[in-house]
């Protein structure tokens, strides 16, 4: 029986995701990714949503590298002495724990993370304990210890003191010398004599270059002080080992703390990495159902060039549980049922997959695939009988909730026998209950599928015109399989075709293809008025849209306009009120006089009558034009409602006021240009908006209307309106602009649309 993950290219997911971690653990997590149970995928799921949605807003987990410490963890618990490498690779480890804290202590609505967050262990002491020896050059300090500083000292001076006599020696010898630089072999300063004169000089042979033209001799006079060196060094590398043994008696007795921290970071690199390649792919959460569907749209093969894969929809339910594919060789079929495989795989290791949102899978224990040549030498096998073998050790292990994959079913053997082995497997696969993907170009299963009610067709769209498979998956169709259509394709003698043409005739069964021709009918008139449909409601949300957007303009204007009112109406009390305290505080005089006391009261007077509140009388009908004095304003009436009203400013302004506070005054004469009687009433009668709207309409057409938009605008008087012609291929919006340049005897001015008025999808015009 075929292995399902390696058929489907599992492996290469996982190999995939490991290359976003940046730890040796999330590494081995994504190697060892695998199918979870039910309650585990569903916390994994919730995890990996609140990590993409993080990582969205707060940027990556401030994770840089971080080893397994599992190993060396252990070492050092039973006694053994790290190396300054490994104790480096533990500090940073508690370094990196310490920026997650501070990284997850800034972060909102993420209860699962922050909860996991705050389980890190602290061991900040570790990581300065380490430091306090170990510097960033992986070099153990001078001051580590007394001792040790000691000993680099007594090393520092000794040094100098021989470089200072080897001075001399050199001098004395270098007629014997055959390089003249000092040179240190198994860690003795030596001089390289040569060989020639090698009893010339007194001292200790070290050393004979490979050549045995050079001797390397220790001269007598610093034997003694290479001797000192090398004691000294053996002192300082006791010391080292002392200070690294003290550090790793510390890692071993925290080592379950850096043991669980070392996890909890490979943990959350690894759910990072998972939330990366999902961005990546542009992939979504599925759904756990907890019913029996499959419901996945615009699936799309994540191993694919994800900017040419065609997305599929894949619908299964306990109602339709199988689903025949047929159609085209190379058609796509079998990329299809992978497609499906793989997601349900990714999905059930707790990945995101590439489809739309909206996906609802219910769980799935096992996945069984027949895909592709089962032939095998090794077990003497035909393809037919790897075939065979695989389907036995299905039959032998499926179950309800179970997936089974099925390439071209019966193939390989006599036409009639490998339909007849068709029907049966498809048949016993409904008596279990499972989930199944079949592709097949056998007619008589096509046929069967459209009488059994639990079985769905399936096809892979062909474009016969052009005879190219459009990779794309029709569910409730059955497929043609086009192969004498792509065999004229790649250039069959015609006589060939011409007789597979009259033998199909001859023996194909009527009904069956006719059947599919029509149904293959109806499903390209379907998708025409589908596409037509589409078309239609996306031009109406962009209308709405539109219409939204100057509403929410008009009512900004509307608030401006009443604000620089309500300024108004209080700068005018705050004068009157100044002119009352004048009057008062000229009663105040001793000196006053009768008649300056009868002025003042008549100013007090004259000023209570301005204040006071003004109300109007008579009837008002729809249509009148008013004014509110009390606001100095004028408009249309537009709107009655008991003693309410709403009338509109001549530059499109709607205010709300009562009857009683306005007054019916003329209408506003217009302003005709030259136009013949009959047209201009017509015009004026009509309502003419403050906008046009000209998206979808051809240059020449947009252009006459908006020629006449704005001679209207001009009868009327207006003085700001707007012109909305979309953004699309940037035509009409160049002609319209061009337009409103040649015509500076009437446009004052023009502009692209603000953040509320279309942006660059219209042009604000101001006319003279």
């Given at each position: 029986?075929?292995?399902?993950?390696?058929?489907?290219?599992?492996?290469?997911?996982t190999e995939k995701l490991a290359s976003y971690c940046r730890t040796e653990r999330g590494q081995k997590a994504c190697a060892a990714l695998s199918q979870l149970d039910k309650d585990s995928l569903k916390n994994e799921l919730a995890f990996l949503d609140e990590t993409m949605m993080l990582l969205a807003r707060y940027g990556h987990f401030p994770i840089e590298v971080s080893s397994d410490l599992e190993h060396i963890v252990a070492l050092a618990a039973k006694g053994f002495v790290?190396?300054?490498?490994?104790?480096?690779?533990?500090?940073n480890d508690v370094l990196t724990a310490g920026a997650l804290s501070k990284y997850f202590a800034g972060v909102e609505l993420s209860p699962l993370l922050i909860a996991y967050s705050k389980g890190i262990p602290t061991l900040s002491f570790l990581e300065k304990d380490i430091h306090k020896i170990i510097g960033p050059d992986l070099q153990v300090y001078d001051n580590a210890s007394l001792a040790l500083k000691s000993i680099r000292t007594q090393m520092d001076h000794l040094?100098?003191?021989?470089?200072?006599?080897?001075?001399?020696?050199?001098?004395?010898?270098?007629?014997?010398?055959?390089?003249?630089?000092?040179?240190?072999?198994?860690?003795?300063?030596?001089?390289p004599v040569a060989n020639a004169y090698k009893n010339k000089v007194k001292g200790i042979v070290q050393d004979v270059s490979s050549s045995g033209a050079t001797t390397f001799i220790e001269p007598e006079l610093i034997?003694?002080?290479?001797?000192?060196?090398?004691?000294?060094?053996?002192?300082?590398?006791?010391?080292?080992?002392?200070?690294?043994?003290?550090?790793?008696?510390e890692v071993g007795g925290s080592a379950d703390a850096i043991t669980k921290l070392n996890q909890m970071i490979g943990y959350l690199d690894f759910l990072q990495a998972k939330a990366l390649y999902a961005d990546s792919l542009k992939a979504h959460i599925a759904h756990c159902s907890d019913n029996k569907e499959l419901y996945i749209p615009g699936a799309r093969h994540p191993l694919l060039d994800q900017t040419k894969v065609v997305p599929n929809d894949f619908i299964l339910s306990e109602e339709k549980r199988i689903v025949v594919i047929s159609g085209p060789n190379a058609g796509g079929k079998t990329v299809a049922l992978k497609t499906l495989g793989l997601l349900v795989l990714m999905h059930e290791a707790g990945l995101a997959i590439p489809s739309l949102e909206g996906a609802e899978i219910g769980y799935i224990k096992n996945v069984y695939t027949d895909i592709g040549d089962s032939?095998?030498?090794?077990?003497?096998?035909?393809?037919?009988?790897?075939?065979m073998s695989n389907l036995s050790g299905i039959f032998s292990h499926v179950g309800g909730n179970d997936l089974v994959l099925l390439d071209e079913v019966g193939t390989g053997t006599s036409p009639?026998?490998?339909?007849?082995?068709?029907?049966?497997?498809?048949?016993?696969?409904?008596?279990?209950?499972?989930?199944?993907?079949?592709?097949?170009?056998?007619?008589?299963?096509?046929?069967?599928?459209?009488?059994?009610?639990?079985?769905?067709?399936?096809?892979?769209?062909?474009?016969?015109?052009?005879?190219?498979p459009t990779y794309k998956l029709k569910m409730g169709l059955p497929g043609e399989s086009y192969g004498i259509s792509v065999a004229s394709r790649y250039g069959v003698d015609p006589k060939v075709i011409l007789a597979a043409?009259?033998?199909?005739?001859?023996?194909?069964?009527?009904?069956?293809?006719?059947?599919?021709?029509?149904?293959?009918?109806?499903?390209?008139?379907?998708?025409?008025?589908?596409?037509?449909?589409?078309?239609?409601?996306?031009?109406?949300?962009?209308?709405?849209?539109?219409?939204?957007?100057?509403?929410?303009?008009?009512?900004?204007?509307?608030?401006?306009?009443?604000?620089?009112?309500?300024?108004?109406?209080?700068?005018?009390?705050?004068?009157?009120?100044?002119?009352?305290?004048?009057?008062?505080?000229?009663?105040?005089?001793?000196?006053?006089?009768?008649?300056?006391?009868?002025?003042?009261?008549?100013?007090?007077?004259?000023?209570?009558?301005?204040?006071?509140?003004?109300?109007?009388?008579?009837?008002?009908?729809?249509?009148?034009?008013?004014?509110?004095?009390?606001?100095?304003?004028v408009g249309k009436v537009t709107r009655i409602s008991g003693k309410n009203i709403e009338i509109s400013t001549a530059d499109g302004v709607t205010f709300k006021t009562e009857k009683d506070q306005v007054r019916v005054v003329p209408a506003p004469e217009e302003k005709p240009i030259a136009m013949t009687g009959a047209y201009i009433d017509t015009m004026v009668t009509k309502g003419l908006p403050l906008e046009i709207n000209i998206i979808g309409e051809h240059v020449d057409e947009g252009i006459a209307d908006v020629t006449d938009y704005l001679d209207r605008c001009r009868i009327k008087g207006y003085k700001r309106v707007r012109i909305i012609h979309g953004l699309g291929s940037g035509a009409l919006r160049s002609a319209v602009q061009t337009y409103l340049k040649k015509h500076p005897e009437f446009v004052e001015s023009y502009e692209t649309g603000g953040e509320y008025e279309g942006g660059g999808g219209a042009t604000i015009v101001h006319l003279k």
């Open positions: 029986m075929q292995n399902a993950l390696v058929v489907l290219e599992f492996p290469k997911i790290l190396s300054i490498e490994d104790l480096e690779r533990v500090a040094e100098k003191e021989m470089v200072h006599k080897l001075g001399f020696v050199l001098e004395e010898n270098k007629v014997y010398l055959s390089d003249t630089t000092l040179t240190i072999k198994n860690g003795h300063y030596v001089l034997v003694e002080m290479n001797n000192k060196m090398v004691e000294l060094k053996n002192a300082e590398r006791e010391e080292i080992h002392r200070l690294l043994g003290i550090l790793s008696t032939q095998s030498l090794a077990d003497n096998l035909s393809t037919f009988s790897g075939h009639k026998e490998g339909e007849a082995i068709a029907y049966a497997t498809i048949k016993f696969l409904l008596d279990k209950h499972c989930f199944t993907l079949v592709s097949s170009h056998f007619e008589g299963l096509k046929a069967y599928a459209l009488s059994e009610p639990r079985i769905v067709n399936a096809s892979m769209l062909f474009n016969a015109e052009k005879l190219l043409q009259s033998y199909l005739a001859e023996h194909e069964d009527v009904s069956i293809g006719k059947a599919i021709e029509r149904l293959s009918e109806l499903s390209r008139d379907e998708e025409a008025a589908k596409a037509k449909l589409a078309l239609d409601q996306k031009a109406l949300n962009e209308e709405k849209e539109a219409i939204l957007k100057e509403e929410g303009s008009l009512k900004k204007r509307e608030e401006n306009y009443l604000s620089d009112v309500k300024s108004t109406k209080e700068k005018m009390l705050a004068d009157a009120q100044k002119e009352i305290d004048e009057v008062l505080a000229s009663l105040d005089k001793p000196e006053l006089k009768m008649h300056e006391v009868i002025a003042a009261k008549k100013r007090l007077n004259d000023l209570k009558a301005k204040q006071e509140e003004v109300h109007f009388t008579g009837e008002i009908a729809l249509g009148d034009y008013v004014e509110n004095p009390t606001y100095g304003v």
